[in-house]
């Protein structure tokens, strides 16, 4: 810009040539203070022009860098939004996951909560078989017998201990998937209300 200041100046100066010589008293040092005055401004609106350009040049620069950082804000977040919905599809997809374990898992406890609702059955058929051949053998305790009945009670008693540990451990699994389940829905909830609008 200076360069282009001073090239003005230069064409200002050599487009306005001193007039002839005029007989004295003429208007030639008019002229000449004319041509100062012309060259005077000349320069100053060159420099001023220049300072603009500068200023102008700044701005820009500046400008610049701060479009150059926002095009890296934007990349940086576009990124974190791509990677939070794929840890979110994730999330998601090993919830399913977790869902039809959890779902086959209730499927198998309620088979097992009816088996042992048969063996409870059979083992009070069990008992009451027991109490019956009780009050038969009451009045003649035969050796044969008596042996068979202690053996039969032996065994009932067994399965007794047995179908109470068992149920047990059915009545443990069922709470245990009645929690898991209240986490999961928690945890859908949570990704439904992460996944809605702001």
């Known amino acids: 810009m200076a360069v282009l200041a001073l090239c003005l100046l230069w064409a200002l100066a ?5 007039a002839p010589v005029a007989p004295l008293g003429g208007p030639e040092p008019a002229q000449y203070e004319e041509l100062t005055l012309l060259f005077h401004g000349a320069l100053q609106l060159g420099q001023a022009l220049n300072g ?23 990349e ?8 939070g ?11 399913s996951e977790i869902q039809v374990e959890e779902d086959a898992l209730h499927l198998r406890a309620e088979a097992t909560a009816r088996s042992l609702g048969e063996v409870a059955r059979a083992q009070q058929a069990l008992r009451d078989t027991v109490r019956r051949l ?4 009451r009045g003649a305790w035969l050796g044969q017998a008596h042996q068979e009945f202690e053996t039969l009670k032996a065994r009932a008693d067994k399965q007794s201990h ?9 009545q443990r699994q069922q709470r245990e998937m009645a929690e898991q389940q209240q986490w999961l829905q928690q945890i859908q909830q949570r990704l439904h209300t992460a996944a809605l609008p702001a």
């Open 14 to 18: 050599t487009a306005v040539r001193p």
């Open 76 to 83: 940086f977040l576009g990124t974190e939004v791509s990677q």
């Open 162 to 170: 047995l179908l109470w540990a068992l149920t047990g451990h059915v």
């Open 134 to 137: 009780q009050v038969q053998l």
């Open 52 to 74: 603009v350009y500068r200023a102008t040049e700044a701005r820009l620069t500046e400008a610049g860098r701060i479009l150059g950082l926002f095009d890296r804000a934007l």
């Open 85 to 95: 919905r794929d840890a979110a599809q994730e999330i998601r997809t090993s919830l």
